[in-house]
DNA sequence: GTCGTTACGGTTGAT
DNA sequence: GAATCAACCGTAACG
């Protein structure tokens, strides 16, 4: 029945194949750091426990609370560059074989091992390009290459936190725990469907350094300036927008979440499950009380520690009184 | 009871 | 513009 989303076991929204609202990653992320165990949060976040270990494990591994790059196809290794260096293999050595072009480029530094052609690859190059080539001399000047393209190592979507590929210019260095190592779709994730502006896309749009200040700054700018409309009565009001978020400010993931204030699960009955993701939340969390500003739990005050273990034992006080 | 792993069905964007 | 492909997603289930 939902047109825009499901229901899980745990009660919790999602919508299948799309990353989970950014406030909510950081809300898993936040919660486990203040040392709630990963089933805990699962239950409270009403996400499923493997999505929690999955985002945590990325957390810990990469820094980063951002889904990847969704869709696409894989960078093209036979880059112009790639193809000018087998013609020159093959003028110096016409009896050159595929495979030792292969190891030629490798060895040459032209590519590494994960942008290395495979040896079908090159033979194809050499067939339809270094062939004609032959026959019909310029191939760089030609047609064939109207819009010379940087022969990057990766395709810039693709480029991970352990990529030797710098920012892209304009693209600010982020810190740890926002840190976007790539850059990322934002148009495909629930949050941007729900009309929530994305943390990437604050990211992208500053030109400033990102920090967690900013975001609370923000965050607390749109509070004020937006009043607190009911998740329920907009959506009835503005059927077309009624997953929007407050203009532009990120949900605060604290009200998503606070425990005691997460009301038994009722399955939607009038506009659609998402209502759960909208930043006004009353749809959602009725009579929520979100921590106090600056509290440990507010996402927009928090500056996450680098990756760290969970401490089981070690429960954060405030954490317990949340559970 | 907890948690890592994985099959599954889905979305997305480049080709 | 449709089809294909390969990336990703979160859930559910298993061990």
């Known amino acids: 029945e939902p047109a825009f989303g499901e229901v899980n076991q745990l009660g919790g929204v999602f919508v299948n194949g799309r990353p989970l609202p950014n406030a909510i990653r950081l809300r898993i992320v936040e919660l486990a750091q203040l040392g709630i165990r990963p089933c805990d949060i699962s239950r409270q976040l009403r996400v499923s426990h493997g999505c929690v270990s999955k985002i945590l494990a990325r957390y810990n591994e990469t820094g980063s609370i951002l889904p990847g790059a969704i869709g696409g196809s894989k960078p093209r290794v036979t880059t112009p560059t790639v193809v000018k260096h087998i013609r020159t293999y093959?003028?110096?050595?016409?009896?050159?074989?595929?495979?030792?072009?292969?190891?030629?480029?490798?060895?040459?530094?032209?590519?590494?091992?994960?942008?290395?052609?495979?040896?079908s690859s090159i033979s194809r190059i050499l067939r339809n390009k270094i062939g004609n080539l032959s026959q019909q001399g310029q191939y760089e000047s030609g047609k064939q290459a109207?819009?010379?393209?940087?022969?990057?190592?990766?395709?810039?979507?693709?480029?991970?936190?352990?990529?030797?590929?710098?920012?892209?210019?304009?693209?600010?260095?982020?810190?740890?725990?926002?840190?976007?190592?790539?850059i990322w779709p934002s148009s495909h994730s629930v949050t941007d469907i729900l009309g929530i502006r994305s943390i990437t896309e604050q990211q992208i749009s500053d030109s400033s350094s990102f920090s967690s200040a900013k975001l609370e700054e923000r965050s607390a700018r749109n509070r004020t300036s937006s009043p607190a409309v009911s998740g329920v009565d907009k959506a009835h009001l503005e059927p077309e927008a009624k997953y929007s978020q407050t203009p532009s400010g990120l949900p605060t993931a604290s009200s998503y979440v606070t425990a005691p204030s997460i009301p038994p699960y009722h399955p939607p009955t009038q506009v659609s499950p998402y209502m759960g993701y909208s930043a006004t939340t009353s749809a959602y969390v009725t009579g929520a009380t979100p921590p106090a500003s600056g509290s440990a739990l507010s996402p927009h005050s928090c500056d996450l520690a680098p990756p760290l273990a969970f401490n089981r034992d070690a429960v954060h006080p405030l954490a317990t009184a949340t559970l």
């Open 146 to 182: 109207p819009h010379p393209q940087p022969a990057l190592p990766y395709n810039h979507l693709y480029s991970y936190p352990t990529s030797k590929v710098p920012n892209p210019p304009g693209m600010p260095t982020l810190p740890g725990h926002m840190a976007m190592h790539r």
């Open 90 to 119: 093959k003028q110096r050595d016409p009896g050159i074989f595929a495979w030792e072009i292969r190891d030629r480029l490798l060895a040459d530094g032209v590519c590494d091992k994960f942008n290395l052609p495979s040896v």
